[in-house]
């Protein structure tokens, strides 16, 4: 028996199979003992059930990092390089803002320090460091009073030597020690050093959070693995997209089930929307270059995109009278005019006006929603549009052009054509969006979920435990020592990680080039390489000498199946027994009658068509006119958008 | 026949569009300053050639891309797979380091409806020096200059350009790879914008685009009737010629209609013409111009052709920010566009006193390092620019060692620079206390030295030596930059062939302080 817990800023999600259902307990969190929740999850569900193996979601990690509530860090570099993590790439992230506001560096001036000592990019040391060196380095760190240390040596990668010996000084100091070479033995001093102190940065955090908790529990990790609390606790770096991993390891779960191999996932939030993209044949596909709060994350996380638009953006129009929809954000207070407090319109607004939200509330009608306050401040604010309504539109129509790029970029930008993907649509507002989006994008179907509120738990539930390992090697793919460095990394691994199956891969990019493509390693994978490299920029050369930057091995623990099994598809229904009212819904520019459903009142084999709005406990699904809904053996919305 | 909806709309798709070939360009090129230091730009142009989306690149070519869209079209017919290229900077170009590509978007229409463009700072274009960044006396010696030509006719490569093109420069594997990406990214971009048209229909795209640009122009007129009206004057100086001691006078006069919601910008007082290559072809200008204007108009404004439209700009000829042919240019986009750009801040602190910083470090500190590498033995061609102080703000201090205005160029990693290059880097640090003082601190600048570990040609050009970024409102000026050879300082802007073993070291200038120091 094991049951997947996330805990979320709001709600703590636990979810677990019993008696062949899955079964979900949602618990207010506890921001001030992030562990309570937890605990009276495990406690309340263990009791009836014997539960042995507790999964869990943490937010811990990325709050502290969130609200720059991590250790005070001390940073150790070779000497001369100790503004590195300060300097970053020198450029700036705005380009024509002469104001812009820099955020402080995770570590101050004061606590960066060099150590007199080089490696080269051969691996040969250059200039060790001598053991008066390292005594005068231990005492000043000590002086300086930290709580963590992060040590990254110009090329340890390559020859860790000397960042061992800086190691086996400072770990007299007896505090958590992030070592470069240990978390990310890849080149890049800014990336690698940003990963290593953003990891100094939570581990005191996280180690005491996990201690409060059994140490038999299971971590999520952003990369869609789950990995042992006292690993976890080492690398608290790899933890920081927990929630959102789940999320996307639900949804993928969920759309296989349901017969979908390729996925694209669409989580549309108050402030910002996370999509990705799934493919079945590739696996949970991560990537290196993640920034979280600008500050390089190079340890594998999934690929999520996030665009920083969601229900609670403002609309309004600039000075050359374009309508504007976001970055600004409502947020939760004021928030949106129709929840009693704000002014301006939102996006949450604008669905409200269109009849697509119900006014008597969300939340099973916990937050009454007022309609005619909403009219009155738009009203005000609808510019030189003729109606409130065409300005309502206009704004949907514009926010779901942002969450179309947004898709574009992880679709058709990486080689991807999204016809053959299913939209599946999650998060509060997604569903109201899904099917617009889809038509734009010539995607034939949507799914939303069962669930949909605990996702991401679910996610958890399922996912496997995974362990990633890397290391920069720099040398041709046809380098007959390549073999003998991806053994070295696997007995590397085993050593820490037992059992499993293996999966190694390069990053490879043509000689010269200055980014990578991962690449499956196997007796073709320089031609995999060129078929990647065409399928994502148009074009191969294979005269050109192909380098393997980085080995990568990753080692999965699959997971016991938890499947339920299929309902019998039941019989054919229209879901009149779902039915709760008639509503005008604005699209298209007119107003048209929609039937409302109640969504846990479907039931399997139930089909109708748009225009209707489905509405249930979390979420509100909005089925436009020509698109047909049927709900599938497992409770699944799945939607035909014909156009 | 636009609406505020489809403005937002249409706006979106170009500029992603833009991006993502800019992204598809980085990604695959081989020459670092393209791939590392993201010196390119990819923009999309109307029927007329008028830029109607930009990626958000390198602010240096905003305003220079849609003559190259021009000169393209000057010279050459352009049917559907055909892909112009040009560099020279009296056709189209800014210097011959940046190629561009042209590439016309028919959609089945009998004549061009849009146009797609991208531009590279290739790492080496032939000429005197390896890198080709060196000062020179005439364009000749700059490298290898190309007027509008049709690299791809038909959609078929035009060989014999390609291998004389390759003929003249010193890389030239990294340069056909550059124009394998630049090509790539042309035609992304075609495909991309091809099925917006397929989508949404000839005249709705084309409508929008139109629409896009009177936008612009709204955003800028609005802008202007907030400004006081009057004519105000500035100057400011580049350090020298790189020859002799004379400083070179910018001088700039705003006259601000805010009832016309006009603006004249007037460069009559500049310098003449120079003997070597800091001269600016007037793009450059017009590019200092607009990243000034961009800078002051929200942040959602699209840099599109109308922005400049209620602006009169009038440049002296053959002057150092117009300057004729056959003059030397190399460095009129790297370091000339950044005094410009100093100059018309200066100008408008007067107008907009609580808006406008103190003066960043003024230079990109360009660095170019060429030889023959002893581990390969094969020839290399390094260049790379080194950020410094950005300039105090009314409201906030400077940032430490970022780049600022017409550049932002990512630095190279250490790490990757010593798998590239036969290089050990010694030291990439701030400058301490090279921010000017003042109620607001100017930021501090970078400190780079790199030891060579074979016999190379250094050349460096650089500015803000000799005369300091200035400070406002009582704030006190920065520091300025520095140059050592093994510990020996050696002029901004100067050439030194060095041996093994020899470490040079660049100390660029911190910002400017903000008002009196308390």
Partial sequence: ????????????????????????????????????????????????????????????????????????????????????????????????????????????????????????????????????????????????KPEAIAVSLLFS??????????????????????????????????????????????????????????????????????????????????????GPAGGVVGALAIAKRAGYDRVLTFDMGGTSTDVALLDTARGLTTTTESLVMNMPVAVPML??????????????FDRGGAMRVGPESAGADPGPICYGRGTKPTVTDANLLLGRLDASGLLGGGLALDRQRTHLFTEEAKGSLPTVEAFAEGVVQVVNAHMEQALRKISIEQGFDPREFVLLSFGGAGPLHACALARALNIPKVLVPTLPGALSAYGILVSDTVRDYSRTVMSKADDSALPQHFSSLIREAKKDFSGGEIQCSADMRYRGQGYELTVAWGHNAVEQFHLEHERRYGYADRTRIVDVVNIRVRLTRRSELLE???????????????????????????????????????????????????????????????????VDPWMNLEIDVNE | MSSPIELAIFKSAFHSIAEEMGAALRRT??????????????????????????????????????MSVRAALNRLTLVPDDVAMLNDPYEGGTHLPDITLVMPVFAGSSSALFFVANRAHHADIGGMYPGSM????????????????????????????????????????????????????????????????????????????????????????????EWPAGNVTAEDFLDNDGLSEEPIRIAVTLAVDPIARTLRVDFTGSALQIATGLNAVSAITYSALFYVLRCLLPREAAPTAGLMRPVELILPERSIVNAAAPAAVAGGNVETSQRIVDTLLLAFSQLLPDRIPAASSGTMSNLTIGG???????????????????????????????????????????????????????????????GGAGRQ?????????????????????????????????????????RNLLNGEAVPGKCNLQVEAGATIRIETPGGGGWGHEQ
């Fill in chain 1, 564 to 630: 339920q099994p299929p309902r019998p598809k039941e019989e054919a229904g229209n879901g009149a027994q779902a039915m709760t009212a008639l509503r005008s819904v604005y699209e298209e520019g007119q107003w048209r009658q929609a039937t409302v459903y109640q969504r846990d009142l479907l039931r399997t084999g139930d089909a109708f068509p748009g225009p209707a709005v489905i509405d249930e406990y979390s979420a509100t699904t909005f089925l436009p006119s020509r698109c047909s809904l049927s």
């Fill in chain 1, 157 to 242: 990668f390559a020859n860790p030597a000397n960042e061992l010996a800086v190691a086996d000084e400072l770990v007299k100091l007896g505090l958590p020690l992030s070592i470069s070479h240990q978390i990310l033995p890849e080149f890049r001093e800014y990336e690698r050093g940003s990963t290593t102190a953003i990891n100094a940065y939570l581990s005191p955090k996280m180690q005491g959070y996990l201690a409060g908790l059994d140490p038999g529990l299971l971590v999520m990790q952003s990369s869609g693995g789950i990995v042992e609390a006292p690993i976890a606790a080492r690398e608290p770096v790899r933890t920081i997209l927990s």
């Fill in chain 2, 29 to 66: 090129a081989f020459s670092p300053n393209i791939k590392e230091r993201r010196d390119y730009s990819s923009a999309i142009f109307d029927a007329a050639g008028q830029v109607i989306a930009m990626g958000d690149d390198m602010p240096v070519h905003l305003g220079s891309m849609p």
């Fill in chain 2, 372 to 434: 023959i590498d002893a581990r390969s033995g094969q020839p290399f061609a390094y260049y790379e620019t080194i950020a410094g102080g950005m300039g105090a703000r009314p409201d906030a201090d400077g940032i430490d060692g970022i780049h600022t205005h017409m550049t932002n160029s990512l630095n190279t990693p250490v790490e990757a620079l010593e798998y590239a290059y036969p290089f050990r880097v010694r030291r990439y640090s701030y400058r301490r206390g090279s």
């Fill in chain 1, 303 to 316: 690929n999520i995109y996030t665009v920083g638009a969601g229900g609670g953006s403002l609309a309004d």
């Fill in chain 2, 134 to 225: 060196g000062l020179c006396r005439e364009i000749f010696q700059e490298g290898i200059r190309i007027p509008p030509v049709k690299l791809v006719s038909n959609g078929v490569m035009n060989d014999d350009i390609v291998r004389l093109l390759l003929s003249n420069v010193r890389t030239s594997a990294e340069r056909e790879g550059d124009l394998t990406a630049q090509l790539g990214a042309c035609r992304i971009g075609e495909e991309r914008v091809r099925s917006l048209v397929n989508k949404y229909g000839r005249e709705r795209v084309s409508a929008n685009a139109t629409a896009l640009l009177d936008h612009s122009e709204q955003l800028l007129r609005a802008e202007i009737a």
């Fill in chain 1, 1 to 144: 028996m094991r049951i997947a817990i996330d805990t979320g800023g709001t709600f703590t999600d636990c979810v677990y199979y019993a008696e062949g259902h899955l079964q979900v307990l949602k618990l207010p969190s506890t921001p001030s003992d992030p562990g309570g929740a937890l605990r009276q999850a495990v406690q309340q569900v263990g009791n009836a059930t014997g539960t042995n193996e507790v999964r869990h979601g943490t937010t811990v990690g990325t709050n502290a990092l969130l609200e720059r509530k991590g250790a005070r860090v001390a940073f150790v570099t070779t000497a001369g390089f100790e503004d590195t993590l300060a300097i970053g790439r020198q450029a700036r992230p705005e380009l024509y803002n002469l104001l812009y506001q820099a955020p402080p560096p995770l570590v101050p001036a004061p606590l960066r320090f060099g150590v007199a000592e080089r490696t080269a990019s051969d691996g040969s040391i250059l200039l060790q460091p001598d053991a008066a060196e390292l005594e005068r380095l231990r005492k000043a760190i000590a002086a300086a």
């Fill in chain 2, 441 to 481: 601190r100017g930021g501090d600048g970078l400190v780079r030295e790199i030891e060579l570990l074979c016999p190379a040609q250094v050349t460096l050009l650089s500015d803000r030596r000799i005369r300091p970024p200035y400070g406002l409102a009582g704030g006190l000026p920065g520091a300025c930059g």
